[in-house]
């Protein structure tokens, strides 16, 4: 049984104004055609399929088509879980026109999903909460998924039936695997957890949250570790993390696939891949990834002048950069025109002032095409003359969400 694990598609998001759905275009793409190559019998997403509460409709219209081909009308598994960035409805909105062609989309943690059988075979045994067990129609055993979306630390402890409040994240989530996995798991079937949430090795170095991906952490909650998965789990698909990374051992992989497409400068350096997995019951999975190529790369650069700055950004055309430059007061609109005549995507210019000062060049911007959460920092800022700290971003991030959801 081969499965390909990607996550974190983010679709309908933006750097900065540059919209980069041609992108997600191309790259769901490459995902389509490795899925066929690799004749995996499975695919799954693991989280964060949009990257707002409200997509906009070529984004809606991407996730479903791109999921309605890697399901070949109902011969190959897909299953799509919710991130923190989606809306638990909105994922589970399409799921009776999914299920006849075989995609299974969970929003809520305590799910419990409709059996389905499509016509190429594909059917589901045993249905739970939190729990499926899927027949694959060209595998003679079947696949356990353990599907916990994301929620909130306060909402996930009142899903899984938690009443003690002093009782851990970490305790509730893994009793709730436990259960699962001893009730449904065993030595007959592939079993595999998959999930978006914050993961880590006990004792072990806390890996770097992606920009904007801080609000997983709300009040400080706890991290959970990887010994909280039950030993029957072979393979651990995770969303969130942006950075492609294996936080487990190869008796048990804990893997986060990353992000398809570099989504900010801190992803810049990353090379983006898709996980393959080949597993049979009984036995550590084999893995393998595949690269994903990308359209633009991301750049920073600095520079101690506008014609070195302008001689870099024409060898770095299909790319968006991010410079900072080095200038004496301030910057001159005709240095200005200069560099932006010299490339198509800058995504910011930095003027490191010699002079005294610094500070973020402040371009003209249409305050439509900013989303809540800049605007937010830059209010913010032109009030107390500093940017608001990440608790008081998450606030703002939980309000926002809140809002969309009546909004809705
Ligand atoms: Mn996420």
Same mark, same amino acid.
């Given at each position: 049984?081969?499965?390909?694990?990607?996550?974190?598609?983010?679709?309908?998001?933006?750097?900065?104004?540059?919209?980069?759905?041609?992108?997600?275009?191309?790259?769901?793409?490459?995902?389509?055609?490795?899925?066929?190559?690799?004749?995996?019998?499975?695919?799954?997403?693991?989280?964060?399929?949009?990257?707002?509460?409200?997509?906009?409709?070529?984004?809606?219209?991407?996730?479903?088509?791109?999921?309605?081909?890697?399901?070949?009308?109902?011969?190959?598994?897909?299953?799509?879980?919710?991130? $923190?960035?989606?809306?638990?409805?909105?994922?589970?909105?399409?799921?009776?026109?999914?299920?006849?062609?075989?995609?299974?989309?969970?929003?809520?943690?305590?799910?419990?999903?409709?059996?389905?059988?499509?016509?190429?075979?594909?059917?589901?045994?045993?249905?739970?909460?939190?729990?499926?067990?899927?027949?694959?129609?060209?595998?003679?055993?079947?696949?356990?998924?353990?599907?916990?979306?994301?929620? %909130?630390?306060?909402?996930?402890?009142?899903?899984?039936?938690?009443? $003690?409040?002093?009782?851990?994240?970490?305790?509730?989530?893994?009793?709730?695997?436990?259960?699962?996995?001893?009730?449904?798991?065993?030595?007959?079937?592939?079993?595999?957890?998959?999930?978006?949430?914050?993961?880590?090795? =006990?004792?072990?170095?806390?890996?770097?949250?992606?920009?904007?991906?801080?609000?997983?952490?709300?009040?400080?909650?706890?991290?959970?570790?990887?010994? $909280?998965?039950?030993?029957?789990?072979?393979?651990?698909?995770?969303?969130?993390?942006?950075?492609?990374? $294996?936080?487990?051992? %190869?008796?048990?992989?804990?893997?986060?696939?990353?992000?398809?497409?570099?989504?900010?400068?801190?992803?810049?350096?990353?090379?983006?891949?898709?996980?393959?997995?080949?597993?049979?019951?009984?036995?550590?999975?084999?893995?393998?990834?595949?690269?994903?190529?990308?359209?633009?790369?991301?750049?920073? %650069?600095?520079?101690?002048?506008?014609? +070195?700055?302008?001689?870099?950004?024409?060898?770095?055309?299909?790319?968006?950069?991010?410079?900072?430059?080095?200038?004496?007061?301030?910057?001159?609109?005709?240095?200005?025109?200069?560099?932006?005549?010299?490339?198509?995507?800058?995504?910011?210019?930095?003027?490191?002032?010699?002079?005294?000062?610094?500070?973020?060049?402040?371009?003209?911007?249409?305050?439509?095409?900013?989303?809540?959460?800049?605007?937010?920092?830059?209010?913010?800022?032109?009030? =107390?003359?500093?940017?608001?700290?990440?608790?008081?971003?998450?606030?703002?991030? +939980?309000?926002?969400?809140?809002?969309?959801?009546?909004?809705?």
């Amino acid at each position: 049984m081969t499965i390909l694990h990607t996550a974190d598609w983010h679709l309908g998001k933006y750097l900065d104004r540059f919209s980069r759905l041609e992108e997600q275009q191309a790259v769901l793409e490459q995902i389509v055609e490795i899925a066929d190559e690799h004749d995996v019998d499975a695919v799954i997403v693991a989280g964060d399929l949009f990257d707002s509460f409200n997509p906009p409709n070529e984004a809606s219209e991407l996730l479903y088509s791109t999921l309605h081909r890697l399901a070949k009308n109902g011969s190959r598994a897909v299953i799509a879980i919710a991130g $923190n960035h989606d809306s638990p409805e909105r994922v589970d909105m399409p799921d009776v026109l999914a299920r006849v062609s075989g995609i299974l989309f969970v929003g809520m943690p305590m799910a419990e999903s409709k059996p389905f059988e499509t016509t190429r075979g594909l059917k589901t045994i045993q249905i739970d909460k939190g729990f499926v067990e899927l027949q694959l129609p060209q595998c003679d055993f079947p696949l356990r998924l353990i599907l916990t979306p994301y929620a %909130n630390e306060l909402r996930l402890k009142k899903y899984l039936g938690s009443e $003690n409040r002093d009782e851990s994240l970490r305790t509730v989530l893994q009793k709730h695997w436990t259960e699962l996995a001893d009730k449904y798991c065993d030595e007959t079937g592939v079993n595999m957890l998959v999930t978006h949430l914050f993961i880590m090795q =006990k004792g072990g170095e806390q890996p770097e949250e992606p920009e904007g991906e801080k609000a997983i952490l709300v009040g400080g909650s706890q991290p959970i570790f990887t010994e $909280n998965i039950p030993p029957q789990i072979q393979y651990v698909a995770l969303g969130h993390l942006h950075r492609s990374q $294996n936080l487990g051992d %190869n008796q048990q992989p804990v893997v986060y696939s990353g992000s398809p497409l570099a989504y900010s400068f801190a992803e810049a350096s990353q090379k983006k891949y898709v996980h393959l997995v080949h597993a049979k019951p009984g036995k550590p999975v084999s893995m393998e990834r595949v690269e994903l190529k990308q359209q633009f790369d991301l750049y920073q %650069n600095k520079f101690e002048g506008v014609d +070195e700055a302008v001689s870099w950004l024409e060898t770095v055309q299909e790319s968006y950069v991010q410079l900072s430059l080095k200038v004496e007061k301030y910057l001159s609109a005709v240095d200005k025109r200069r560099i932006s005549d010299a490339h198509e995507r800058i995504v910011s210019i930095v003027p490191e002032i010699t002079d005294g000062f610094s500070g973020t060049e402040q371009r003209a911007v249409n305050i439509n095409e900013q989303s809540m959460e800049i605007l937010f920092d830059q209010f913010f800022q032109s009030k =107390k003359g500093v940017l608001p700290d990440d608790a008081l971003k998450d606030l703002f991030r +939980e309000i926002q969400n809140i809002e969309e959801q009546k909004a809705e």
